[in-house]
Nanobody, 115 residues
Framework: QVQLVESGGGLVQAGESLRLSCAASGSIIGYNNMGWYRQAPGKQRELVATISRLAFTNYADSVKGRFTISRDIVKNTVYLQMNSLKPEDTAVYLC?????????WGQGTQVTSPQ
């Protein structure tokens, strides 16, 4: 079972940038998808971005053009570069590893961009 540890969250002003990291305890190349999700208070968890085993990427419409997902398969790490942050991006961001019918989650990292 893979362990996922997120880092890089924080408090930033609207318009600023952050880069999140998700370090996996083992190889990430074997998973169908690695991704980032987020959950704001009182809201359901939603997909932010995913990257497939073949490095195809997918983004939520709300972050297209602002966020970029990438990976380093040597370091077993997935990144989320977040630019032009908005107050509505405020949430706990969680890393996910998906393989067949299994999902693994990290504990999450808080991103706050106040009004």
């Amino acid at each position: 079972q893979v362990q996922l540890v997120e880092s890089g969250g924080g408090l930033v002003q609207a318009g600023e940038s952050l880069r999140l990291s998700c370090a996996a305890s083992g190889s990430i190349i074997g998973y169908n998808n690695m991704g980032w999700y987020r959950q704001a208070p009182g809201k359901q968890r939603e997909l932010v971005a995913t990257i497939s085993r073949l490095a195809f990427t997918n983004y939520a419409d709300s972050v297209k053009g602002r966020f970029t997902i990438s990976r380093d398969i040597v370091k077993n790490t997935v990144y989320l570069q977040m630019n032009s942050l908005k107050p509505e991006d405020t949430a706990v961001y969680l890393c996910n590893a998906h393989d067949s019918n299994l999902d693994y989650w990290g504990q999450g990292t808080q991103v706050t961009s106040p009004q």
